[in-house]
C-alpha cells in the first residue's frame, strides 16, 4: 500500500469530489477484508464478531456527535461499510473452502488491519459530516454511481471488490443534510489511498 495521498476537501467539492473521495475512503476499507479474511481463517474464528461490530459503531457514532453529523445517519453508513467487508471476507472464505491451495499459508497482522480500518473510519465520518449538501443533492445518486464507477476502474478492483464497494455506499445519499453545518465552511483532508486487489 502506498502512502496516503492527502485531498483538501473544499478542492474535492468542485465536480464530485466529495462523493469521489467518499467512494475512494470505502474502498480502502474495502482493501483490508483480505487481511481481515485471512486472520480468521488462520484461527477458525467466525466472519461475524458482534463485539467489534459495536466497538466501531459506537466510536463513530461519538465522533459523529463531536463532528456535527447525525449519529444515526453516520451508523446507518457504517453498517453497510461493514456489511460490504464481511461480503468480500465470506466470498473470500468460499473461494479458500473451493481451492485450499490458495488459502493463506500464515496468519496475517489482524491489529494492524484493524487500526487501518480505524483510520478509514474516522475519515469517513469527518467527510460525512462535511458532504452534507453535496450528498442530500437530488444529483446524489447518480454522481455516486460515477464515482463508484472510477473508483473502481482506478484501483484496477475485481467485480467482487465493485459489488461490495456499491453495498458499502448504498447510504451515502441521504433525502436530507446529515449535519448542522455547511460543508464548504470546513477544510480538512480526505485520504485516498491507491490499492491494487
Keep these: 500500500m502506498t502512502d496516503p495521498v492527502v485531498v483538501p ?76 467487508h464481511k461480503t468480500v471476507q465470506r466470498a473470500l472464505h468460499r473461494h479458500w473452502r473451493a481451492h485450499p491451495r490458495q488459502a493463506p499459508a500464515h496468519a496475517p497482522d489482524l491489529a494492524g488491519a484493524r487500526q487501518e480500518i480505524d483510520r478509514v473510519n474516522e475519515d469517513l465520518v469527518r467527510l460525512i459530516a462535511r458532504s452534507a449538501g453535496t450528498r442530500a443533492a437530488p444529483s446524489c445518486p447518480s454522481a455516486l454511481a460515477v464515482a463508484v464507477r472510477r473508483t473502481a476502474r482506478s484501483r484496477h478492483l475485481d467485480p467482487l471488490h465493485t459489488r461490495a464497494l456499491t453495498r458499502a455506499v448504498r447510504s451515502l445519499c441521504t433525502p436530507g443534510p446529515l449535519t448542522t453545518t455547511t460543508p464548504d465552511q470546513h477544510h480538512g483532508t480526505a485520504h485516498a489511498n491507491h490499492h491494487n486487489t
Design 9 to 84: 476537501v473544499t478542492v474535492a467539492a468542485a465536480g464530485g469530489g466529495l462523493l469521489r473521495a467518499l467512494a475512494g475512503l470505502s474502498a480502502d476499507r474495502l482493501a483490508t477484508a483480505r487481511v481481515v479474511a485471512a486472520a480468521k481463517w488462520e484461527s477458525g474464528g467466525p466472519i461475524d464478531d458482534p463485539g467489534r461490530e459495536r466497538e466501531v459503531l459506537a466510536s463513530v457514532r461519538a465522533l459523529a456527535a463531536r463532528s456535527g453529523a447525525d449519529p444515526e445517519a453516520v451508523v446507518r453508513v457504517l453498517r453497510d461499510q461493514i456489511e460490504a
